[in-house]
Structure formats: C-alpha cells, structure tokens
C-alpha cells in the first residue's frame, strides 16, 4: 500500500464512521459496533465487545504485545455524538462530504476523528512490521456526551478493565486554533443543582413578607458575585499569567429558573438551576460556599431553602504531570521529535479521562487538532483532512515511543552479612514485598557452558530465561561477536554436537532460581545461584519496563535499588561502577543503544561466569 493509498482508506474509513448516526439521545450503536468488529478484522486486531448492560457495549480492539506482563497503553475515545441542529448545516451532518479540503459531519472534532487517528497509526506500524512491546488497547465507549455513568463509569467497575493491566491512557483533547496543540491533564468536577426556594403565597397586590422571590433574590445575587469574581480572575490572570485557564478557574451558570402559576399570584416556590463547573482542588471549598449562601439566605424555617445536586461528579483526580515518569518523557519527547508545540492545561469541561484518573491510571486528553477552529457541539462542525491526516503521523511515532523498549540491570547482590545467601534472600525479599512488589511467578536463568573438544575452537556458553522461554542465548567466549540469539532447538543442537564430541561439558551449570516480582513500572527479579547444589550467590535483575533508551533506565534503576533495597548510596556505587561501568560505556560506543534481552543476558553471563569462578562459600 502506498502513503497515499494509506491516507484514502484512512479518510474513507473516517466518512463511514461519521455516517453511523450515534447521535444522542438513541445512538446507533449496533451499526458502530459491527464497523468496529470489521475494522478489527481488517487491522488484524483481537475484538471484544464488553457488555455494560442489556443496551450498550463497549468495544475493545486490542494489539497484543510481543513480551509478556508490560502494562498496557490505553487508546479510548467515544462513539457517540451529540445532536444537531439540522437546518443550520451547509451540508448534511452525518454525509462526512468533504469540501474545500475541510470534512463536515457531526464528529469530526468530538471525537471520531480520534478513533480512526488511533486505527489507522496501528494500520501503518503495522504495515512497517513493528511490534510493540506494550499491549494497545482501543477502546471505544458509549455515552460520554451524556456523562458517561452507563457507558466508562460502568467499564472502570468490570473486571475487564482490571485484567487490561493499564499504564497510561490517552483520551480526548480539543481543537487548538492555534500551532500550539492543547495536552489535558484533568478536567473539572461537573456540579449541576438547584436550589428550591419556598415561602409565603398570596394575592399578587399586597407587600407579603418573607416571600420565596426574596430569596431566590439572595441566591442569585450571591451565585453571580462569585462568577464575577472567577472570571475577574480569568481576564486578569489572561493578562499576566498564562497558566490560568478557564479550566483552571470555576464557571457558574443560572441555566434555568422557573416558578409561578399565574399573573396575580405570589408564586410559594422557585427553582434555580446553576451548571457549576470546579476548578481542580476548588471541590470542597465550593461546597461550603454553597452551604454558606444557604446559611445567610433570610428565611424563617430552615426547610424554606433546600439544596439538591442534580449531577455531582465529586472530587477530581488530577495526573501529576510534575513528576517525572516513563510516558510523560515519552510523550514530551515525542512532541520534540514532531515538532509539536504543546500547552499543558486542565480541560473545561469533563470527559471520561476523569473515571479513569479516578481510578489512579495516568491519562492525558489529546486531539492533536492545531490551527482548527473549536467546533465540538457546533454547527458546521468540521476537520481539514490534512490536519487530520498529520494527526495519525502524531499517533504512529506515539504509539511506537510509548510500546517499544525496556531497560534491564543485572547485579550480583551481597550477601556477606548474612548467615547464607538463601537467608539473605528471603530478607531482600521480604523488604521488596513491605515496599509492596507484588510476586508473580517463579524465575530461572541457566548458564551451560560448552567447552570445545578441539583446539583452536571457543567455548560456547548458552543461556535460557524464564521469561524468553522460546529462546536461548549463545556466546562465543573471547570472540567480538554478538550475542546469538535462537530458537530452543540450539540447546538441542549443541547437545548433539557434544555426543559427538566436538564440545564438552566441564564447567559446571550455573542455575539462577527465585521469584518475580512486580512493582508499578518495575519488573524485578530475585534469584539464588547455584552450582551443582552449592549455593554461590545472590543475583538480581531490575528491569524498568517501559525505557527504550538503555542509559535513562540505568539511572532510575539505581534510584530504584537505594529505595526500594535501602541500600547505602556507597554501596549502590560500588555495584555499578564495579560490576555495570563497562555495560554503560560499552552502550554509549554505540550509537543504537536500544535495548534488547541480549543485554540482560550478557549482564546475567558476566555474573555467572564470575560466580563459577569464587571459591565455595
Ligand atoms: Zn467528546
């Protein structure tokens, strides 16, 4: 398929997508499914439609990873679309006509652009043979526009959420009409309520007291002197500050007011309605203003002013975009590679991405929309196909940075201080699990190393990881060469060679055996060496899953060591620049120095070759 064969099906896709009318309030949900199983079909995807209950489902289009435990990388977008006002269109708003470059349709911002952006970058890796090592999950929900309590509310309960194993999720942004590309780290709380006012009724001539006008009166002045006050805020921080952004202040709305019965009657109630949107961190405080005005309002019975939250989202969680971590580098370096210039902000509206943080998965808004007019819920809503088409350029060097990569360490830990090496495992073991490292499952690395029969050959030493079950590692001693990497029938074949005596087997094996553990991004496993039965050692590999740059990882690992094993810096020192100092400058002759399981192998080889070599203990 050619690039532009490539930007054809992705735009004829995008069409087919926008003519499902998943309008609210009865989207088409069926026809949306049925094209996403297609879809998946076409891609080479598993499918799965996740039943949230008897009328909706979510669908979930997952490429699978080539390793094995990594968490998982989370694409979600939903299906559905708000209404529209049909006679304000040039075009009709589910035909996806493509005018002037620009491709109309109800959609094309909010947000099925996005779900076909995320399909068609995983078309393309695809299509250039990558193979993540990250699981990618599509995933695709109902009902967000309506606020998302039956469609992701209900999907983060499921059990189905909990076996994605999810590290990082990306979500709906906005359309920036400027070059600088919106990034979403939180949204508002949703706070929609109304306030129900009672008080004495009676003929409409007469100067009644203690009337429910007076207090509606109270309220609503009191509502809208904090409005005031936010947007003052707003329009002086806009000045100064650009980092105060409407999501970073709370917006209240009267958006309904309603009471009476007739012309010449007192009305003895009234209802207002505000749609109050809180700022991060803003929740609690608002409340108690709500209280507050409540309190002061001038009434003679307590039961004369009553509060009712129609919506209520309660507290958001915010993803800490301060503290470093794997896919927040991966995203900002992937911005750099792209040359994206990005503005980190909370969202002023609420989208599922709040559910999700709610439920502490780290996720980010993002419709990589620049120099686009904001026109989600608008008339004449629409995306220019090269902005779109850019968009899955963004998504594919995404995907590729945030599912390729992992960053291992190998140590030899000390156990002098203990009585033995199997007591002093049980004791790193026992502080890995207090940090909260879970154990997973038993691991094993085998070292046999086959001596030559003959002159002039090499010895051979061949390694096997639990956790590569399907190959085994060879390495030529005192040779230049790379590490060989093949399949388990190698084993066999040397073994072959040994009955017929090209090779023996004098050195002893060297087996390394222990427990997995997981922890968060880390994956760690911890082992006792032996050697014909003796125990010789204690070895420990760290892998930081998600690092594609080998020497980033190092450096994390060995904070991870200190804490986790709390281990004196010195000590830390010592293990690197003893043991690890010649890995490091080795990679840095490299120029490619992504990182490949042959790395931990040699780094396992170098330790248990040195271990044959000490004395028994
Ligand atoms: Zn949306």
């Not at 075009?91 to 996806?96: K, L």
Request: negative net charge; contains cysteine.
């Amino acid at each position: 398929m050619t690039e532009k064969d490539k930007d054809e099906v992705a735009l004829q896709r995008f069409v087919e997508y926008i003519q499902i009318k998943t309008v609210q309030p009865e989207p088409d949900y069926d026809s949306a499914m049925k094209f996403l199983k297609n879809y998946a079909q076409e891609l080479g995807l598993e499918y799965r439609a996740v039943t949230l209950d008897e009328s909706r489902q979510a669908a979930l289009l997952t490429w699978p990873s080539t390793s094995s435990t990594e968490t998982s990388i989370v694409l979600n977008s939903h299906i559905d679309v708000v209404p529209v006002f049909e006679e304000h269109w040039m075009v009709p708003p589910f035909s996806g006509e493509i005018r002037d470059g620009k491709i109309y349709g109800r959609g094309t911002q909010d947000m099925k652009c996005v779900g076909i952006q995320y399909l068609e970058a995983i078309r393309r890796l695809k299509a250039a043979k990558y193979e993540p090592k990250r699981t990618i999950h599509c995933l695709f929900v109902p009902d967000e526009e309506i606020g998302g309590v039956r469609g992701m509310g209900k999907f983060i309960t499921l059990d189905e959420c909990k076996a994605l194993n999810i590290g990082f999720v990306l979500d709906e942004g906005l359309a920036s009409e400027t070059d600088v590309f919106q990034v979403y780290y939180g949204d508002r709380s949703v706070l929609w309520i109304q306030f129900l006012v009672k008080g004495n009724t009676g003929h409409g001539s007469r100067l009644i007291e203690n009337t429910a006008a007076e207090k509606a009166q109270f309220i609503l002045n009191e509502m809208l002197k904090f409005r005031a006050n936010e947007k003052e805020c707003l329009e002086k921080s806009e000045a100064t500050d650009k980092l105060i952004q409407l999501g970073n202040v709370t917006t209240v709305n009267l958006t309904k007011l309603t009471g009476g019965v007739q012309q010449n009657v007192v009305p003895d109630q009234y209802s207002l309605y505000f749609d109050c949107r809180i700022k991060p961190d803003g929740y609690d405080a608002f409340k108690e203003f709500l209280h507050d005005v409540i309190k002061r309002t001038p009434k003679e019975n307590d039961d004369e002013v009553i509060l009712h939250y129609v919506q209520d989202s309660g507290r958001v969680c915010i993803t800490d975009v301060e503290k470093p971590s794997w896919w927040l580098n991966c995203f900002k370096r992937t911005c750099e590679q792209m040359k994206c210039k990005t503005n980190w902000t909370v969202f002023p509206a609420a989208t599922d991405g709040r559910y999700l943080r709610g439920e502490g998965y780290p996720a980010i808004g993002f419709s990589p929309m620049i120099n686009t007019p904001i026109l989600l819920h608008d008339h004449n809503e629409y995306l220019h196909k090269d902005v779109f088409l850019h968009g899955i350029e963004i998504y594919v060097k995404l995907l590729e940075n945030l599912t390729n990569g992992e960053s291992a360490y190998v140590i030899q830990l000390p156990s002098g201080s203990f009585k033995s090496p199997a007591e002093a495992a049980e004791s790193y073991l026992e502080k890995l699990e207090k940090g909260g490292a879970k154990k997973t499952r038993p691991f094993q690395v085998d070292l046999v190393s086959y001596s030559p029969s003959i002159t002039n050959s090499k010895t051979v030493h061949v390694l096997s990881h639990s956790e590569y079950p399907a190959s085994s590692f060879a390495f030529a001693e005192q040779s230049n060469s790379q590490m060989l990497v093949a399949d388990n029938t190698f084993i066999a074949l040397m073994n072959k060679l040994k009955t017929l005596r090209a090779f023996e087997t004098r050195l002893p094996k060297m087996e390394a055996r222990g427990t997995r553990l997981e922890y968060q991004d880390f994956v760690i496993n911890l082992g006792t060496v032996s050697q014909s039965q003796t125990t010789k050692g204690l070895v420990l590999e760290v892998a930081y899953v998600p690092m594609d740059e080998t020497r980033d990882g190092y450096c994390l690992i060995q904070e991870f060591l200190q804490s986790f094993l709390n281990m004196p810096k010195q000590m830390i020192q010592k293990l690197i620049t003893e043991q690890l100092s010649h890995w490091i400058r080795s990679l840095k002759d490299k120029k490619d120095a992504e990182y490949t399981p042959s790395i931990t192998l040699l780094q396992y080889m170098d330790i248990l070759i040195h271990m044959r070599k000490q004395p028994n203990e």
